[in-house]
Structure formats: structure tokens, C-alpha cells
């Protein structure tokens, strides 16, 4: 079945640094790219960035251009997002999402980041 | 990138139609047909309903229909059911390998 499965929920102080993992099942992983949006709480989406899993080429929003680091392992066909610095504004459910051509057409359950002192 | 504009909200009985719309720079919805259309139910991750302007992934019903005029999107919902409340979300590609999404819109169902 293609599915994308994501870690846990987290609880981070402000400062630190948060990791989040998206594990892709049922096609090939290097074919996709993936993209991370993150949702605040009662807010809207906001498309975070992309990582080309093929190369592992990224492209982030200019907003998170100096916190945030995608990466991929294609060996567990695992992409990770970190986010440093963390705020209590980055509280939010960050989804991992995949596209094919220009569709999200699979989405992760979601993890929700809680950063709270 | 600014987000795509959105109304807050829409509404509708069931069994009429409710239209949303989408609106962000001639640069982006007014020049490439890439806008996507995406519900989100409270608690669920966001489901493709339109891509690609007028497009709709197996499994979604003829119900929901895309539409664009220079650069405003639009959802339509026809033959609203109360499973059509939801959250709703517009997309657009914005250029390279970047995308902007909207404010998004809550559809009531009186």
C-alpha cells in the first residue's frame, strides 16, 4: 500500500532543535519528491520546502531558509526534517507529503510539535 | 510568497452548491495551470480533490468541480452533502519546485 507514516508527537523547549521522520511505503522512494506543510493550530497550511529524494537536492521557503534542513536516507526510504531554533510559533502539525508530477496525492498521518518552555 | 487569498468561510443546504475562490498574483494561479484543491475534515491530514486546475483523482465524486479565470481559482461543490463539511484549501505550483497553498475556507452545511 502507498502510504507515508511519520514519527511521533514531540514536546521541545524553545532554542532546541526538533527532528521529524517520514518513512515512504509502496513505490519506488528515489521516483517522488517530497514536500513538508505544517498547520498551527486553528490556522492554514504553509508549504515549508522540498526535498528531491533522487540526488537529495532542496528547496525551502525563504521564511525557514535558515532553520530548517531536509534530508533523505534511501536505504530505509526515510526523509527528515529538522527545524532549529525552535519557537513557541512552530508549534504546529508538520505533514509530509509527496507529489507526483504536480499533485500531493499522499499525505502523512502528521506529528505534531509542541514547543513549550 | 504570500499566501493565496481565500474567503473565511462559505455555506450552503444540502443539496444546493457552494463555490470558493482562490486568488494570488498573475505570477503564479494567473500563469500556471498547476492549482490544486485539497478538503481537510478536524484532526485528518489534507485530501487531493482538484489538481490541476479541473482535474479529480479517482475516487472523488463528480461532485466537486475546478474552474480558473486569469488569476482566481475556483471549487465548486455541488449537491452539498453533510460529509462536504470541512476545510478547504486551494494550491498553486509558483514556479521551480515551490508552491504556495491558501487561507483556506470552512464550508458549513446548514
Known amino acids: 500500500q502507498v502510504q507515508l507514516v511519520q514519527s511521533g508527537a514531540e514536546v521541545k523547549k524553545p532554542g532546541t532543535s526538533v527532528n521529524v521522520s517520514c518513512k515512504a511505503f509502496?513505490?519506488?522512494?528515489?521516483?517522488?519528491?517530497i514536500h513538508w506543510v505544517r498547520q498551527a493550530p486553528g490556522q492554514g497550511l504553509e508549504w515549508m520546502g522540498v526535498i528531491i529524494p533522487n540526488g537529495g537536492s532542496t528547496t525551502y521557503t525563504q521564511k525557514f531558509q535558515d532553520r530548517v534542513t531536509m534530508t533523505r536516507d534511501t536505504s530505509t526510504n526515510t526523509v527528515n526534517l529538522e527545524l532549529s531554533s525552535l519557537r513557541s510559533d512552530d508549534t504546529a502539525v508538520y505533514y509530509c507529503t509527496r507529489t507526483v508530477g504536480s499533485r500531493f496525492d499522499i499525505w502523512g498521518q502528521g506529528t505534531m510539535v509542541t514547543v513549550s518552555s | 510568497q504570500s499566501a493565496l487569498t481565500q474567503p473565511p468561510s462559505a455555506s450552503g443546504s444540502p443539496g444546493q452548491s457552494v463555490t470558493i475562490s482562490c486568488t494570488g498574483p498573475s505570477s503564479d494561479v494567473g500563469v500556471y495551470n498547476y492549482v490544486s484543491w485539497f478538503q481537510q475534515h478536524p484532526g485528518k491530514a489534507p485530501k487531493l480533490i482538484i489538481y490541476?486546475?479541473?482535474k479529480r483523482p479517482s475516487g472523488v465524486p463528480d461532485r466537486f468541480s475546478g474552474s480558473k479565470s486569469g488569476n482566481t481559482a475556483s471549487l465548486t461543490v455541488s449537491g452539498l452533502q453533510a460529509e462536504d463539511e470541512a476545510d478547504y484549501y486551494c494550491?498553486?505550483?509558483?514556479?521551480?519546485?515551490?508552491?504556495?497553498f491558501g487561507t483556506g475556507t470552512k464550508v458549513t452545511v446548514l
Open positions: 490541476e486546475v479541473t
Open positions: 494550491s498553486s505550483f509558483v514556479g521551480g519546485v515551490t508552491y504556495v
Open positions: 509502496g513505490y519506488t522512494f528515489t521516483n517522488h519528491y
